[in-house]
């Protein structure tokens, strides 16, 4: 049996609000579920290989938003790159660019 692993933030925070509750117990669930080993898929998650090697995205519906939470699944954790609201149809540039610089830092420590 595979140990969990732990969360590292390196950005971002889930708490109500901006999160309903029930968003909140939902994005809990699903990174516990990612800490014990668990490879989910869409809908709850999809690769981000524009980011780098075993980043993820986990997507999450709550009251006309949908919350995404990137991270990379590293030996040592999981580790959280950020935490948007997504409004458009492709994650801003500006977004991916922060999520690669968070990781090349975190893999280089």
């Given at each position: ?10 950005h ?6 901006p ?16 800490q ?5 898929s ?53 977004i ?14």
């Amino acid at each position: 049996m595979e140990r969990t692993k732990p969360l590292v933030w390196l950005h971002g925070e889930v708490k109500t609000p901006p999160f309903s509750p029930r968003a909140r117990r939902e994005v809990g669930f699903l990174l516990k579920l990612v800490q014990s080993g668990e490879k989910l898929s869409l809908p709850h998650s999809r690769p981000m290989p524009s980011i780098g090697s075993a980043c993820h995205e986990l997507r999450v519906s709550d009251s006309g938003l949908t919350w995404r939470i990137v991270y990379a699944l590293e030996e040592d954790a999981i580790v959280i790159l950020e935490v948007f609201a997504k409004k458009t149809e492709s994650t801003p540039e500006k977004i991916l660019v922060a999520c690669r610089q968070r990781l090349r830092r975190y893999r280089a420590a």
